[in-house]
C-alpha cells in the first residue's frame, strides 16, 4: 500500500497509507503520541483517551482517527500534554497502585507514563477503593487493585487467543474487569501461555512466581522513557 | 480517671509517647513507652502473592527496610522450598546485610549518640545534635556521613536500590556483584575498616571512661536473645536462637528458627498497641528480654572476624567475663558490630562466589514459614501462612523494637527515678529519657533519623490516674 496521504503532526509532514490511524502513522514517522490501552495487532478501543490529539482542531484519540489527507495533527502541544497528564493521574487515584512493591515496577506502561510526564504525585485524592486480588488460578493472577479497564486483555483473549476469558461488566463507576465464570479466574479455560496474559499494560494480569526476577536497572524503562523505541527507530532509519 | 488515647495505628513510622505512673507517694512506680505498631501492616498482606513480602514489608520502615526484605525473603525461601542458597545467593544476601548493619550503625552512633556522648546528656540541646558534633569534631562528622554513604553503596549493589531494593527474591537473589560495582566498593574499604576500628575505640573510651555514670543510668539485670551460628560464633544473617539469664547461663540454644513459638509468646496489655514477647519458660512477669547489639555481643562465643574479637575481648573484660547489662554499653556493643560488618564486607568483595551465576533455586512447597534475622536493632521475627493459591494468608512480624518493648521500659523507669523531682517534667529529665531510649535505637525514630531529633512526648500521672504534666521535645527543636 502506497504512503500517499499526507497529513502534519506538530507541523511535520507525514505521509500515510489509507485506513491507517494517526498513532499508527506517527508511529510510523517516528512520532510518539502517548498510549494506554491501545496496542498493535488489536481492535481499536478508544478507551483511556491518553492518546488525545487534535485533528483540524478538534479533539479525537488517535489510536481510532484514521488519517485523512491534508489533516493538521497536533500532538504535543501544552494543552494536550496537561490533559494526558490529568488523565494519568487520575488512574492512579482510582486504583491503589503502590508501585514501591508492585512487581511491574520498570516494567509498567502507567508508572512510565508518570515519569515521561513529569509526575511525582498525584494532585487529586486518593480514592483507595476496595479491590480483590484473584488468585484462584494455578499460574496466573488478577490483582483488581492495579486494573485501568483498558481492555487489551478482553480484547486479546477474544482477537489473539481465540477464548473469550475476561470481560467487563457494570457501568460508569461501577464498571470492572470480570471473567466469564461463575466464580473465579481459575474456574475459566485461561491458561498461562495466552497472550492475553503479557497483553496487561499494568500489574493488574501477571504470570505468577516471576515477581522481582528482573533487577532494578535493568527493567525495560529504568534506562529509556516510554515512547523512546518508537522516537529512536525513525531516528535510525534516517 | 485520665488515660492515655493513642490513635489506631497503620502507620510505618512515627514518635515515642511515655507515660510515667507515680505512686501514692508520687515516687515512679512505672514507665510506659508506646510505640506505632505494625499491625495494620499484617492485615493488608493478607491475601496478597507471596513473592511480593520481601518488597512489600520494606514500607514498614525507612530506615531498616533491609532487614525486613531479608528477613521476609528468608521465610519465602521456605515457602519455595529453596532454603538451601546457592553461595552467590547467600553471599549476595549477607553482603547486604552487612552493607546495611554499616550504614544503619553509622548513621545511629554518629548521628545521634554522639551529640550526647561527645557533649554531655545535660548540655545545651541546640549544640547536643549533628551539626554541634560537626562543628566541634568536624573529622568524625565526615566519617560518619561517609560510612553511612558507603554501606548504602554496598545496598544498592546487592539490592538494586538504596532503599526499597528488590534483590533477594524466594530462593535466592535477582543478580550477583559485577566486576565494576567490586571494584567500586573496593576503592574505599581500608579506610572504612580504620574507620570502623576508631569508632569501636570512640565508644568504648567513652563507655570506661564514663562507668560511674553508666552502672547507674537505666541499667538493669535482664536476659538476652539473638541468633548465632552453630559452633557460637555471632551471625547477623543466620543461625539458631539462643538465650541466655543475667549471668550468661544458657535458656535454650541453637533453637530452630521454625520453632520460634515453642519458646517465644507475646503478651497483651490493655494500654499498649505494641505486644510484650517473652520466654515462655520464665513467664511474662521474669521472660522478658533485651535484644540487639548488646544482646548478640553478650550471647555469642565469638565473633569470626579479627578486629571485631579482639574488641569483644575488651568489651567482655570490662563486665568481668560475665554479660554486660548496662544500657549505655549498646553504643560500644554497637560499634563492635559496625567493625565485625566491615571486616566482613571486605571478606566478601573478594569473594568470587559474588560473581557467580547460579542465583535462584527450588525445592517441594511449604505452607508456613519464619524467617529470623538479627537487624540492626535486634532479633527480627518474620512468620507467614501461604495457601496453595500462593496467596499469604497469615503474617505475624516481631520486629526488634518490640522485642526491647519491657527492657525500654525498664530503662526509662529507672532514668525517671533518678531524674524526677516532683510532679514536673524537667528539661533534664526528658533529655536523659531520651538518651536512655536512644541507646536501643528503638524504631519509633526512623521517622526522624535524618533530622537527628526524636520526637518524644512525655507524660506524668499519678497513682489516680490524673495528668500532672506533659512536655514534648522533637521536630521544632
Ligand atoms: S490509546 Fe487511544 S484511547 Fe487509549
Ligand atoms: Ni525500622
Redesign the interface.
Known amino acids: 500500500m502506497a504512503n500517499d496521504i499526507s497529513f502534519t503532526i506538530d507541523g511535520v509532514e507525514v505521509a500515510a497509507a489509507p485506513g491507517q490511524t494517526i498513532i499508527e502513522a506517527a508511529e510510523a514517522a517516528g512520532i510518539y503520541i502517548p498510549r494506554l490501552c491501545h496496542k498493535p495487532g488489536l481492535e481499536p478501543f478508544g478507551g483511556c483517551r491518553v492518546c488525545t490529539v487534535k485533528s483540524n482542531g478538534r479533539p479525537c484519540s488517535a489510536c481510532t482517527q484514521p488519517v485523512a489527507p491534508g489533516m493538521v495533527v497536533e500532538n504535543d502541544t501544552e494543552e494536550l500534554r496537561a490533559l494526558r497528564r490529568d488523565l494519568v493521574e487520575l488512574l492512579f487515584v482510582e486504583g491503589n497502585h503502590?508501585c514501591?512493591?508492585c512487581?511491574k515496577s520498570g516494567h509498567c506502561e502507567l508508572q512510565a507514563l508518570a515519569y515521561r510526564f513529569g509526575i511525582a504525585a498525584p494532585r487529586f485524592d486518593y480514592t483507595w477503593p476496595a479491590r480483590?486480588?484473584d488468585?484462584?488460578h494455578?499460574d496466573i493472577?488478577v490483582d483488581h487493585n492495579r486494573c485501568i479497564l483498558c481492555g487489551r486483555c478482553v480484547r486479546t483473549s477474544r482477537q489473539v487467543d481465540g477464548k473469550n476469558v475476561f470481560q467487563f461488566v457494570g457501568r460508569g463507576h461501577e464498571k470492572r474487569l470480570a471473567v466469564n465464570a461463575e466464580a473465579d479466574l481459575?474456574a475459566t479455560d485461561a491458561a498461562v501461555t495466552d497472550a492475553a496474559v503479557g497483553a496487561c499494560p499494568v500489574g493488574a494480569l501477571l504470570k505468577?512466581?516471576?515477581?522481582?526476577?528482573?533487577?532494578?536497572?535493568?527493567r525495560p524503562y529504568d534506562e529509556r522513557p516510554i515512547g523512546t523505541d518508537i522516537e529512536t527507530a525513525a531516528a535510525r532509519k534516517e | 480517671m485520665t488515660r492515655i488515647v493513642i490513635e489506631p495505628v497503620t502507620r510505618v513510622e512515627g514518635h515515642g509517647k511515655v507515660s510515667i505512673l507515680l505512686d501514692e507517694g508520687n515516687r515512679v512506680q512505672q514507665a510506659r513507652l508506646h510505640v506505632v505498631e505494625f499491625r495494620g501492616f499484617e492485615r493488608f498482606v493478607q491475601g496478597r502473592p507471596y513473592w511480593e513480602m520481601p518488597v512489600a514489608v520494606q514500607r514498614l520502615c525507612g530506615i531498616c527496610p533491609v532487614s525486613h526484605h531479608l528477613a521476609a525473603v528468608k521465610a519465602m525461601d521456605r515457602i519455595v522450598g529453596g532454603e538451601k542458597l546457592t553461595p552467590t545467593a547467600e553471599k549476595m544476601r549477607r553482603l547486604m546485610h552487612y552493607g546495611q548493619m554499616f550504614q544503619s550503625h553509622a548513621l545511629h552512633f554518629f548521628h545521634l549518640a554522639s551529640p550526647d556522648l561527645l557533649f554531655g546528656f545535660g548540655s545545651d540541646a541546640r549544640k547536643r545534635n549533628v551539626l554541634g558534633v560537626a562543628a566541634a569534631h568536624p573529622e568524625l562528622g565526615r566519617q560518619g556521613i561517609l560510612m553511612r554513604k558507603y554501606g548504602q553503596e554496598v545496598i544498592k549493589a546487592t539490592a538494586g536500590k538504596k532503599i526499597h531494593g528488590t534483590g533477594a527474591i524466594p530462593g535466592g537473589i535477582n543478580k550477583n556483584l559485577s566486576i565494576a560495582e567490586r571494584d567500586a566498593l573496593l576503592v574505599d574499604i581500608a579506610q572504612m575498616v580504620r574507620w570502623g576500628e576508631s569508632a569501636v575505640a570512640l565508644a568504648r573510651d567513652y563507655t570506661l571512661g564514663n562507668l560511674e555514670l553508666a552502672v547507674d543510668f537505666g541499667s538493669f539485670e535482664s536476659n538476652h536473645l539473638s541468633i548465632v551460628r552453630a559452633d557460637g560464633a555471632m551471625d547477623l544473617y543466620d543461625g539458631g536462637l539462643r538465650a541466655i539469664d543475667k549471668d550468661g547461663n544458657r535458656l535454650f540454644d541453637h533453637l530452630d528458627n521454625q520453632r520460634y513459638r515453642d519458646v517465644i509468646a507475646e503478651e497483651v496489655k490493655s494500654w499498649s498497641y505494641m505486644k510484650f514477647p517473652f520466654l515462655i519458660a520464665l513467664g511474662p512477669a521474669a521472660g522478658w528480654y533485651r535484644v540487639g547489639p548488646l544482646a548478640r555481643i553478650n550471647t555469642c562465643n565469638f565473633i569470626d572476624t579479627p578486629k571485631a574479637e579482639a574488641a569483644r575481648k575488651e568489651f567482655v573484660k570490662a563486665s568481668g567475663g560475665k554479660p554486660n547489662n548496662l544500657t549505655l554499653a549498646y553504643h560500644w556493643a554497637r560499634m563492635i558490630e559496625t567493625l565485625h560488618s566491615i571486616e566482613k564486607i571486605e571478606l566478601l568483595l573478594h569473594d568470587k562466589d559474588l560473581q557467580g551465576t547460579d542465583l535462584v533455586v527450588k525445592g517441594d512447597r511449604r505452607e508456613e514459614a519464619v524467617g529470623i534475622i538479627e537487624a540492626p536493632r535486634g532479633t527480627l521475627i518474620h512468620h507467614y501462612k501461604v495457601d496453595r493459591n500462593d496467596r499469604v494468608t497469615m503474617c505475624n512480624l516481631i520486629v526488634s523494637t518490640t522485642n526491647n518493648n519491657e527492657s525500654m521500659n525498664r530503662a526509662v523507669a529507672s532514668v525517671a527515678r533518678k531524674y524526677l523531682s516532683g510532679v514536673e517534667i524537667t528539661e533534664g529529665l526528658l533529655n536523659h529519657v531520651e538518651v536512655a531510649i536512644r541507646a536501643y535505637d528503638p524504631c519509633l525514630s526512623c521517622a526522624t533519623h535524618a533530622l537527628g531529633q526524636m520526637p518524644l512526648q512525655i507524660e506524668l500521672f499519678d497513682a489516680a490516674g490524673r495528668l500532672l504534666d506533659r512536655k514534648c521535645k522533637g521536630m521544632a527543636q
Open positions: 503502590f514501591m512493591f512487581e480483590q486480588v488468585m484462584s494455578p493472577l481459575g505468577k512466581r516471576i515477581g522481582f526476577a528482573t533487577p532494578v536497572g535493568r
